[in-house]
T-cell receptor
Framework: KQEVTQIPAALSVPEGENLVLNCSFTDSAIYNLQWFRQDPGKGLTSLLLIQSSQREQTSGRLNASLDKSSGRSTLYIAASQPGDSATYLCAVDNAGNMLTFGGGTRLMVKP | DVKVTQSSRYLVKRTGEKVFLECVQDMDHENMFWYRQDPGLGLRLIYFSYDVKMKEKGDIPEGYSVSREKKERFSLILESASTNQTSMYLC???????????FGPGTRLTVL
């Protein structure tokens, strides 16, 4: 059964820092991996989707990488801003249509 | 833009009541999902549907049922609400082409 772990569980950084969020998964036979953002009390917003054949995806200040063989993905946020404060979730699709979620990283960016 | 809407942002119900949560997507997606999210437990899949009138159990289907009569609409039903079903409920639909999932805004359900 797929297991997804995110480290760290919480992170606090000053504004302007570049930061990396980590996601690891146990079964490398994945279809895709998706990163989401969740603000308190709200739904999930899709940030980036990486197909199993891809190594990375970029959107603005966000860059996500995927290393299937080692079971890892990272989300890189450049020049962090207070508006980036949220919980970030990674989720793995094992081609059964269902996503397995990590526990999330709660990010706070201080002005 | 894909849009997934849920019928209520907040609901308060009493134990034993029948509760309907509705989800609508506007992108003609075949696959739709219901999750619940609880502190310390993360997101857990309740049911999903891969076509009209088709459904599959997820990880925690007990106490729930679903209905998919039209492609754009997926309903979650709590036959007899209990206090342990107090939770945030999230609906999602899945893009067939690349598997990307899109979520609704969530329904915070409180069962008293």
């Amino acid at each position: 059964k797929q297991e997804v772990t995110q480290i760290p569980a919480a992170l606090s950084v000053p504004e302007g820092e570049n930061l990396v969020l980590n996601c690891s998964f146990t079964d490398s036979a994945i279809y895709n991996l998706q990163w989401f953002r969740q603000d308190p009390g709200k739904g999930l917003t899709s940030l980036l989707l990486i197909q199993s054949s891809q190594r990375e995806q970029t959107s603005g200040r966000l860059n996500a990488s995927l290393d299937k063989s080692s079971g890892r993905s990272t989300l890189y946020i450049a020049a962090s801003q207070p508006g980036d404060s949220a919980t970030y979730l990674c989720a793995v699709d094992n081609a059964g249509n269902m996503l397995t979620f990590g526990g999330g990283t709660r990010l706070m960016v201080k002005p | 833009d894909v849009k997934v809407t849920q019928s209520s942002r907040y609901l308060v119900k009493r134990t034993g009541e029948k509760v309907f949560l509705e989800c609508v997507q506007d992108m003609d997606h075949e696959n739709m999902f219901w999750y619940r999210q609880d502190p310390g437990l993360g997101l857990r899949l309740i049911y999903f549907s891969y076509d009209v009138k088709m459904k599959e159990k997820g990880d925690i289907p007990e106490g729930y049922s679903v209905s998919r009569e039209k492609k754009e609409r997926f309903s979650l039903i709590l036959e007899s609400a209990s206090t342990n079903q107090t939770s945030m409920y999230l609906c999602a639909s899945r893009e067939t082409r690349n598997g990307e999932q899109f979520f609704g805004p969530g329904t915070r359900l409180t069962v008293l």
